[in-house]
T-cell receptor
Framework: DTAVSQTPKYLVTQMGNDKSIKCEQN?????MYWYKQDSKKFLKIMFS???????INETVPNRFSPKSPDKAHLNLHINSLELGDSAVYFC??????????????FGSGTRLTVV | SQQGEEDPQALSIQEGENATMNCSYK?????LQWYRQNSGRGLVHLIL?????REKHSGRLRVTLDTSKKSSSLLITASRAADTASYFC?????????FGAGTQVVVTP
């Protein structure tokens, strides 16, 4: 049973397109996240939702819009894709925000390539 | 800018040797976590140390935290080829993990 699952695993698309990445967790966690890992392996938080409420919104272009229909799902929609959006996007979840003994559980990532 | 900086950037050792990597962070944290990432895969949580703890052990892992110096170290003892991966530290500030640049560890048989 995959704890945090992301789809698709790979996404190749042309500049200007709109795409979505989906994430689901079956751990019963309250908080979910989107992280971006660039080509140099730097990981940076983008968004966080706690029980469907947006609690962290880093400096991310408006073209990126997260949506959490329920606490087990967090999707990421990207409009007007640009070459610089090429990266690996990771979804993660944690029991609760900031206070945890168990760390965060990450999905396996979605490798987005914009051509 | 990155929350953490890790040292060394790369480490090559033989099986059976110990691997030590260090991490520094900039802002106050609730806890500090270490993750492993195998090539092309997701991050796997290894160990978490709270800001009021100084040392923690888990199997072959030993992590230390010095909040006065804003630094942490991860020691992997008796390394195995399967330990080959990138290792990241991440300071957790109220739900925001800020990652270091990572240490690439290669363990040769």
């Amino acid at each position: 049973d995959t704890a945090v699952s992301q789809t698709p695993k790979y996404l190749v698309t042309q500049m200007g397109n709109d795409k979505s990445i989906k994430c689901e967790q079956n751990l019963g966690h309250d908080t979910m996240y989107w992280y971006k890992q660039d080509s140099k392996k730097f990981l940076k938080i983008m968004f966080s939702y706690n029980n469907k409420e947006l609690i962290i919104n880093e400096t991310v272009p408006n073209r990126f819009s997260p949506k959490s229909p329920d606490k087990a799902h967090l999707n990421l929609h990207i409009n007007s894709l640009e070459l610089g959006d090429s990266a690996v996007y990771f979804c993660a979840s944690s029991q609760t925000r900031g206070v945890t003994d168990y760390g965060y559980t990450f999905g396996s990532g979605t490798r987005l390539t914009v051509v | 800018s990155q929350q953490g900086e890790e040292d060394p950037q790369a480490l090559s050792i033989q099986e059976g040797e110990n691997a030590t990597m260090n991490c520094s962070y900039k802002t106050s944290i609730n806890n500090l976590q270490w993750y492993r990432q195998n090539s092309g895969r997701g991050l796997v949580h290894l160990i978490l140390i709270r800001s009021n703890e100084r040392e923690k052990h888990s199997g072959r892992l030993r992590v230390t935290l010095d909040t006065s110096k804003k630094s942490s170290s991860l020691l992997i003892t008796a390394s195995r080829a399967a330990d080959t991966a990138s290792y990241f530290c991440a300071g957790d500030s109220w739900g925001k993990l800020q990652f270091g640049a990572g240490t690439q560890v290669v363990v040769t048989p």
